[in-house]
């Protein structure tokens, strides 16, 4: 097991570009997060799947995010029409839930992918 | 939702023991509380969990007060490679901007 794994590692694009980010969780994870960080700032919630549902996707940060998991196994996170205040870290998580109590598991972040929209 | 306070920073000699404090005060009964501590230049990483009673691992140990509402992660010896900032989350999983921790050699 290599643990969770991100692509790219950096992307630099132009201000109105889409651009796409995808997270290879831990094979065995049911739960897939995602967070974006901020400089000084720590990791800021997004949203999550549970297999190929997502489950939370109130606290994505404009109608521009969007985020896939398909088969339950990888997910892609999109931005459309970027804008410079989008540049930041974008972080996936990975964890196995066990049992009713929600977001009780340990996760399991990648090295996150930086993004730098000019 | 519950959310947890840190100080901002933290210094500590190398090879002492180290306190990092977090007050949780409005955590409910089945919050567990979760440490994670991020390196430069890396996602964060797992430290320790604890729901009521005090836990050990290899990298450190989770002091949790009878009322819940404050918890302490105590590094034994620290080294340089602690040098992180360190965070405590609830279920809602907010980060907020954690301690950051200097070792000075």
């Known amino acids: 097991d290599t643990g969770v794994s991100q692509n790219p590692r950096h992307k630099i694009t132009k201000r109105g570009q889409n651009v796409t980010f995808r997270c290879d969780p831990i094979?065995?994870?049911?739960?897939l997060y995602w967070y974006r960080q901020t400089l000084g700032q720590g990791p800021e919630f997004l949203t999550y799947?549970?297999?190929?549902?997502?489950?939370?996707k109130s606290r994505l940060l404009s109608d521009r995010f969007s985020a896939e998991r398909p088969k339950g196994s990888f997910s892609t996170l999109e931005i459309q029409r970027t804008e410079q205040g989008d540049s930041a870290m974008y972080l996936c998580?990975?964890?196995?839930?066990?049992?009713?109590?929600?977001?009780?598991?340990?996760?399991?972040f990648g090295p996150g992918t930086r993004l730098l929209v000019l | 939702d519950a959310k947890t306070t840190q100080p901002n920073s933290m210094e500590s000699n190398e090879e002492e023991p180290v306190h990092l404090p977090c007050n949780h005060s409005?955590?409910?009964?089945?919050?567990?509380i979760h440490w994670y501590r991020q390196l430069p230049s890396q996602g964060p990483e797992y430290v320790i969990h604890?729901?009521?009673s005090n836990v050990n691992n290899r990298m450190a140990s989770l002091a949790i007060a009878e009322d819940r509402k404050s918890s302490t992660l105590i590094l034994h010896r620290a080294t340089l490679r602690d040098a992180a900032v360190y965070y405590c989350?609830?279920?809602?999983?907010?980060f907020g901007t954690g301690t950051r921790l200097t070792i000075i050699p």
């Open positions: 094979s065995e994870h049911n739960r």
């Open positions: 409005t955590i409910s009964g089945t919050d567990y």
């Open positions: 989350i609830l279920r809602d999983l907010t």
């Open positions: 799947f549970q297999n190929e549902a997502q489950l939370e």
């Open positions: 998580a990975s964890s196995f839930k066990q049992g009713p109590r929600n977001f009780q598991e340990t996760q399991y």
């Open positions: 604890g729901l009521t």
